[in-house]
Structures are given as structure tokens and as C-alpha cells.
């Protein structure tokens, strides 16, 4: 990221035109994405920390079904999978982008969910009880309840039923179990049909590049970052 970075503020004073560009141009030119509803700060430069979820995934029955106790900053490969995974439909959003794919020295690390899911499907799925980890899972979805139950816990200490203001979450089992749930997210996948999500696990400055929407799948690129994607074509 050093260079990337290096370049990006030699053109903070830059007077060159807004240009607009189509998201699989923007996909070739750098590796990770995140999409926002907002403008993170005044800058165009903007350091992600990673987090807890706000709203992590849940099941039929309201119980959390993803790592819930792992900070991180959810990013993806390409734009599209930004999108799919925010199901935010025509609505222009933020998008911040970092790693380029032309400098050799840039290499983000990031987490790749869809390597992660078979062995989440392993630990947290039971098959006599037809409960699969998973996301659209048939014959029936996946519920947290029935992992409990294969794994002998307490069911009272977990239900939820009578208030409805408590969630039951992997961060409240037992370590052991709680581990089961290590970078596991239900809708990941593997990796060649999953949603492409993966995080960045360590604070990483990121780059405001333009406003977008999926319309037209096309980028406003501001004039700052269209100086920047010059020197990088």
C-alpha cells in the first residue's frame, strides 16, 4: 500500500476533470472495495478500523448464525458483490477502494470468507437434523437452536422466546463452541458462488474513489482519484 498511498497524495491538489467510468474498468485497475451509505470524513483518504457487526445475520428465529466476536471491515473483490452484499438496489453509495493490481508492492491482506465456509459448514452443520450451514439452505433453513441441541446445551440458558429483546449469539456460547464459529458468515459460500465478502482484519487506509449506483454500473470518479487511476492504467 506504501506506493499506492504515495501516489494517491501526490494528487491532492490535482485540478483535473471528474470522469466517469464502468464498474469493470474500476474492478481491473484495484483489488478490494467497500461500499457506504455516507461520506466517511472530510477527507478522500479515510482509515477503516476493524469492528463487530452491528447487524450480524440471523435466523428464522432471531438468533445470530455468524461470527459475531471478530472485528473486521467487510470489503470485496469487485464492485457487483459490494452490492449483492449490501442488497441495496438503485442507491447511489460511497465507494472506497484500496490495493492496486498494476504496483507489485501492494498487498493488502485480506480474509477470504469462501475459503473459510466448508470448514464452517463442517462444525456448525447436523445433518440428522436436517440443519445445514448455509444461506437459502433446503429442505429447510439453518436455525442456531438445533446446534445447541446436537451439542447438549443448555437450551433454557440460550432461549429467547420469552424476551424479546435478547438475542442469542455465538459470542455467548461457551469458548469451545464459540470458536466452532470463527469467521464463519452463512451467505460466504464457497469460493467460486459465494458472495465474494472478505475483511480486512487490520485498521487499512482506503481511498475515496467516486459516488455509484448500480443503474447504469457506472462510477463517478472524483477528480482526485481520476489522477490517480491515470497513473495506474
Known amino acids: 500500500m506504501k506506493l499506492l498511498l504515495e501516489r494517491w497524495r501526490l494528487f491532492s491538489e490535482s485540478e483535473e476533470e471528474s470522469i466517469v467510468l464502468k464498474w469493470d474498468e474500476v474492478d481491473s485497475i484495484f483489488k478490494i472495495f467497500h461500499l457506504s451509505s455516507v461520506k466517511l470524513g472530510e477527507e478522500d ?19 445470530v448464525i455468524e461470527d459475531d ?8 473483490p469487485t464492485i457487483r458483490q459490494c452490492y449483492d452484499a449490501l442488497m441495496k ?13 498494476k504496483l507489485n508492492t501492494d498487498d493488502v491482506k485480506v480474509l477470504d470468507l469462501g475459503a473459510e465456509f466448508e470448514k464452517c459448514r463442517q462444525k456448525l452443520s447436523n445433518p440428522e437434523m436436517n440443519n445445514i450451514y448455509g444461506a437459502q439452505v433446503k429442505p429447510k433453513p439453518f436455525e442456531l437452536q438445533y446446534y445447541l ?6 437450551m433454557e440458558r440460550y432461549d429467547s422466546s420469552e424476551d424479546e429483546f435478547k438475542t442469542v449469539k455465538p459470542s455467548e456460547l461457551p469458548r469451545q463452541f464459540m470458536m466452532d464459529w470463527k469467521n464463519c458468515v452463512p451467505d460466504a459460500g464457497p469460493s467460486k458462488d459465494g458472495t465474494g465478502e472478505e475483511w480486512l482484519l487490520e485498521p487499512t487506509n482506503m481511498f475515496f474513489i467516486g459516488e455509484t449506483d448500480d443503474t447504469n454500473e457506472t462510477v463517478e470518479i472524483t477528480k482526485r482519484a481520476s489522477n490517480l487511476i491515470d497513473s495506474l492504467r
Not at 457487526?53 to 435466523?59: G, N
Not at 466476536?69 to 470485496?76: C, D, E, N, Q, Y
Not at 438496489?89 to 493490481?101: E, F, G, I, M, Q
Not at 441441541?149 to 443448555?154: C, E, G, I, Q, V
Request: aromatic share 10%; proline share 9%.
Open 45 to 63: 483518504e479515510h482509515e477503516f478500523t476493524p469492528r463487530l457487526p452491528r447487524y450480524p445475520m440471523q435466523d428464522n428465529t432471531g438468533a
Open 69 to 76: 466476536f471478530t472485528p473486521r471491515v467487510s470489503v470485496a
Open 89 to 101: 438496489k438503485d442507491k447511489k453509495l460511497y465507494l472506497y477502494a484500496a490495493d492496486s493490481r
Open 149 to 154: 441441541m446436537a451439542r447438549d446445551l443448555d
